[in-house]
């Protein structure tokens, strides 16, 4: 399968035709949707009628937009008008939403070809994709393996060549830690570039979309055309968004860059050595290598645990069979909704929202909730110190490679300990970028993660691009 | 943990609630490291930016479909979303 870069070239000189770029990309699926679990629902009607109209388009001498006839891979938590959207829960089996999130307008608009709807771990909680109500996904490169989560099928999708690009959400980690288990490049952008409207809520003052591909190039395209202003998201940054593309080659020579010893401490020796060679290849691009320690980072799981939880309790009090999804038809209203609830929502949901009622509980807000907010702070203000010393940060993005299917579900704690290094980011609401480097146990990938202060997508793409070169 | 259920609208058996109250335990043990800090001049951040009100002008803009949205209804009765009964028989 081509990159996005290409295909977009391709179908807008009218050297291939969005269709036939469509019909391989079906085939990919075809071939190995059955084994992995990737789609949830495939649109090929819709996806037909989006890459015949691009291909009119282009023989009218139209410009179709930078992401001409690629075909796009939607996590099932995204909104698009008529499509099933699940959340891979089955509270919202059968509902069809009545409009599109933001992003799928502007994919649309930049001449993207949606696909179909991909796994996750349900309502977006887990890193295995293990909690999903249909299933989990496999990893395409071992499927005895995870394919990590919670955004698992968005990453299989294009580690299986399925489609070349596909979006993910990242409340804590979950598009950078699957990115990691398969071998591709995962953006989590600062909070606010992409707008979340449709985007079915976790947590969120800490959710927020962004890439999955399989080269640095392609991330910048596709965050380029999501990202920007959106007056449906009050938490919508007002700022033009950033020119991304255009700086994926300025490298990091005279960057000062990171090591943080609590983005690495604890993390498996082959991770810990891929992370060493990044190094390397970092300073023979001209870049200065600065040994930090921020121990605040370690606090940042604690505070996630409470915050994520807290917000996701509140959140999804709105799933009570009233206006959409699953009813269970049960006594009077109240009855009606608990049925409803016990019976939609699967177990790792159950204990989430549980955690985030019983930290927002009366006589415990101070204690977990109120204290994770201060822990939050002294996060935030532990990244502002790190950055007077660094342009950007290093470290792993997770402990290990893929682990096996069953290796991490009967303990939630040992299963919340693979986002520890992922979640400082969206605590601070800063950006941060995985990047496959080397490989590691049963010859899998190792990813190592990019952080940087707000708004710093490009100096990111632009240091991933090395480490893409470096990693040949 | 029964009570916190009920708070959640959510009904736990039995194996659930010994589960939970085991699994719940542990995260919040985990979270003990925060309570040996000294929080008190630390200012509570709830979101990432300072939040401000965004406002719009009052016009009338498109909005969602309405027969779009009470037709995904569990149940629906004169274009509005129907529940069972919530108040009781007059005395």
Redesign the interface.
Known sequence: VNSAEQIARDVQSGSMSATSVLEMSLDAIRARNAELNVFLYVDEEGAFEAATKIDARVAHGENVGPLAGVPVALKDNLCQDGIPTTCSSKILEG??P??NATVVDRLLAAGAVPVGKTNLDEFAMGSSTENSAFGPTRNPLNPSRVPGGSSGGSAAAVAADMTPLALGSDTGGSIRQPAALCGLIGMKPS??LVSRYGLIAFAS?LDQIGPLTKSVTDAAMLLEAIAGHD?MD??SLPEPPPSLVAHVNDGVAGKRIGLVRELVDGADEDVVASVERAVEALKESGATIVELSVPEF??G???Y??IAPAEA?SNL?RF????????V???????????T??AG?G?EV??R???G??AL?AGYYD??Y?????????T?DAFARAYQQADLLLGATTPSVAFEFGSKTSN??AM?LSDVFTIPSNL???PAISVPFGTGEAGLPTGVQLLGPGRSEAQLLAAARVLEIANG | VAHVAKLARLTLSEAELDLFTEQLGQVLEHASDMNALDLDDVVATAHPFGLVNVLRDDDVRPCLDHDKVIAMAPDAQDGRFAVPRILGEAP
């Open positions: 509902w069809r009545p409009y909070y606010g003052s007056a009050s938490t370690r606090l799981l604690s505070a645990y409470l309790s009090a009570d069979g009233v206006r959409y999804g699953l009813r038809a049960e006594g009077d209203v109240t009855a009606m909704m608990e049925a609830r016990t929502f177990e159950k204990r929202i549980m955690l009622t019983y509980s204690a977990y109120g204290q994770a907010l201060k822990v939050r702070t002294l935030i939630p704690m919340y601070a609401g800063e």
